[in-house]
């Protein structure tokens, strides 16, 4: 929860737990109180806000409830048409991107709790996985076909033109991919951005040894690493050191693979 050294544990209950790290103490909240009849029986997949002020945790049928990061109590709940399958903060922390068995990828808006927007995946099967950085957003989806989007939550910062994406900006409906990564055949589990949203990984469980590195300015995907021979075994989770120099993957046999990334100096 941003800075403050508690780390949320959610499971297939109605429970949760705050673990706090520093004084080595974990708080049960039996419950999530004011949500729908039966929604919450089971929490799934627990996401923080980048300031640590907003938790959302997904239920069933389709329900997200948005929690105060101070409070643990229930802010206000969403609900989509499909079963959700994942879920993010954007990294500026005022929207909510979610997307699940219906293929459709929303947008709720903190501040005002509403859905501002909604759309498609042009992939036509189930999403099964998304990332952000502050210009893209990449959704995965169970026929492994990777897209990616414009992003405008930083349309207004000062920077926003000094980093710029071929093609990017150029896409005058936003709804449409200005990219579409075809080099995994299997369900996408895992996306992420590197610090600097320059890298994309993404991962699938469903096969060995199966990780690729996009380069995302381009939209080209790296040939010289991974290779066939780099022992991955079935990828389980992965991430970026802050400063890029590391990836580190989880795989089933219980082990974290490091990799040095020696573009990355520090």
């Keep these: 929860l941003g800075d403050s050294g508690n780390v949320i544990v959610t499971g297939h209950r109605k429970f949760f737990y705050i673990y706090d790290a520093v004084a080595g103490k974990v708080e049960k909240i039996p419950q999530i109180l004011g949500t729908p009849p039966g929604s919450c029986n089971t929490l799934q997949t627990c996401v923080v806000s980048p300031d640590g002020k907003h938790i959302c945790i997904t239920g069933k049928d389709g329900y997200l409830f948005l929690l105060c990061g101070r409070t643990r109590q229930l802010i206000t709940n969403w609900k989509m048409n499909g079963e959700n399958k994942t879920v993010s903060f954007t990294p500026c922390g005022r929207y909510v991107i979610a997307s699940g068995s219906d293929g459709d990828v929303y947008r709720w808006d903190v501040r005002s709790q509403r859905c501002i927007s909604r759309f498609h995946n042009q992939d036509g099967t189930k999403t099964s996985a998304l990332a952000l950085s502050s210009r893209v957003l990449a959704i995965g989806a169970e026929s492994g076909v990777v897209n990616l989007y414009q992003n405008n939550d930083n349309q207004h910062q000062q920077n926003y033109d000094q980093l710029p994406i071929q093609g990017l900006y150029n896409n005058k409906n936003t709804n449409d991919p200005i990219k579409s990564i075809m080099n995994i055949k299997t369900s996408i589990n895992n996306l992420k951005f590197n610090t600097s949203g320059e890298i994309l990984a993404m991962s ?45 993957v989880g795989n089933d046999k219980g082990k974290c693979l490091l990799y040095d990334l020696k573009h990355y100096s520090n």
């Design 204 to 248: 699938s469980c469903m096969e060995m040894d199966v990780l690729k590195l996009v380069h995302v300015s381009t939209g080209s995907v790296f040939a010289n690493w991974p290779t066939k021979k780099t022992p991955l075994g079935y990828i389980t989770s992965m991430d970026f050191s802050p400063c890029s120099g590391f990836l580190a």
